[in-house]
């Protein structure tokens, strides 16, 4: 049965389905064992009376082969008819007029936020000393900045129609090599602000987080970033100015470049992180590298307003392993426990959660970890997912 969202709630069934795609190269290794992980705890902790009915929708190389299209208008229309649903990895097709499926979902489906929560796990390698201070989760915008794909190659018509635009009608001077420069346009919008720091704040509230940090380059692009920063403390103010009279909530901002510095020296002062696309990319990554790395950071493109939400494996196909029983399931076992969390299932979290970390703890993981633990033991994939599966049944 399908999730509806009615009056600003989700719906979910107690027998939902929820669809997923498998995803090319390890794609295939990883989303069997993280469905697995995932109806062992639903199982164990919903006592039968929930389950998720896991429906295939097709895209990449398999769909190439089934339908002759990677991105088959089934696939588009059932994420949209589901509200909710799961992706592992897509190649990016080689050759040109192929949309990516990430970028068209994200474009169809309008999925403002990119929401990457960052934990450390005991017993992961990390390159800092005090990983355990490291408890953020980002709100990356999805939809607009320098990212949304507006540009004008070198050389063609019209990067030499908008250079003219430029420095005739809008009289522009700082062009340094106007002749041989490309451009970039970088729209960032009060409403596209607004609905992005409004998700973060709700979520910080929801969560007892407290802290919502903008992150911003406000200083040297005053009225894209510089508008991002004072939009978010004016939504603040206007529409949770009683969580910021309590204490409940509590707005801060810091410059692009010094939140890197800082998110290494003092990651304790951040708890949620609102920013926009360019920036959340670089954060992201540098978040989960302090954590161990891609193969255990999940992620999810979620629009708030129609329920939409498409929770996926941050990392790509990873062909130089596929195939081999190497990959790490945990960055789609964790994209996938974001999704319970979403859907309100949240008694089944503990289970894969305390299952992940008594697993990592004793130095059992994927060869990508494992090989960095003391006392490091590696697993195969289905190994890994089976010792998780053991774990949430005799816990
Ligand atoms: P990648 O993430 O696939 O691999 C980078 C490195 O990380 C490789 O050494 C790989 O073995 C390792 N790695 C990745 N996932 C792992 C896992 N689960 N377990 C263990 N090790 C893992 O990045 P890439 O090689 O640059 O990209 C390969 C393909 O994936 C490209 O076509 C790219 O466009 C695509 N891609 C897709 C997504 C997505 O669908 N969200 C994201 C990134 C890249």
Known sequence: ??????????????KVTIPFIEGDGVGAEIMPVCQAVVDAAVAKTCGGRKQIEWTELLAGEK????????????????????????????????????????????????????????????????????????DMVVFRENTEDIYAGIEWEVGTPEADRFRRFLMEEMKVGKIRFPDTSAFGVKPVSIEGTERL??????????????????VHKGNIMKFTEGGFRKWAYELAEREYADALQSGQLVMQDVIADAFLQNSLLTPEKYSVIATLNLNGDYISDQLAAIVGGIGIAPGANINYASGHAVFEATHGTAPNIAGTNQANPSSLILSAVMMLEYIGWNEAVPAIITAMETAFESGRATADLARFMTNGQALGTKEFGELLINLINNN
Not at 70 to 77: C, D, G, N, R, V
Not at 111 to 134: D, N
Not at 197 to 214: K, Q, W
């Open 1 to 14: 049965m399908k999730i509806r969202k009615e009056n600003d709630m989700l719906i979910v069934p107690d």
């Open 197 to 214: 720091v409004r998700a973060a704040i709700d979520y910080a509230i929801a969560h007892n987080r407290t802290n919502v940090t903008i």
């Open 63 to 134: 769909a190439l082969q089934a339908t002759g299209s990677s991105l088959p208008e089934a696939t588009m229309t059932g994420f949209g008819e589901y509200l909710v649903g799961i992706k592992g990895p897509l190649g990016t097709p080689i050759g040109g007029g192929m949309r990516s499926l990430n970028v068209a979902m994200r474009q169809e489906l309008d999925l403002y936020v990119c929401l990457r929560p960052v934990r450390w796990f005991r017993g992961v390698a990390s390159p800092v000393k005090e990983p355990h201070k490291v």
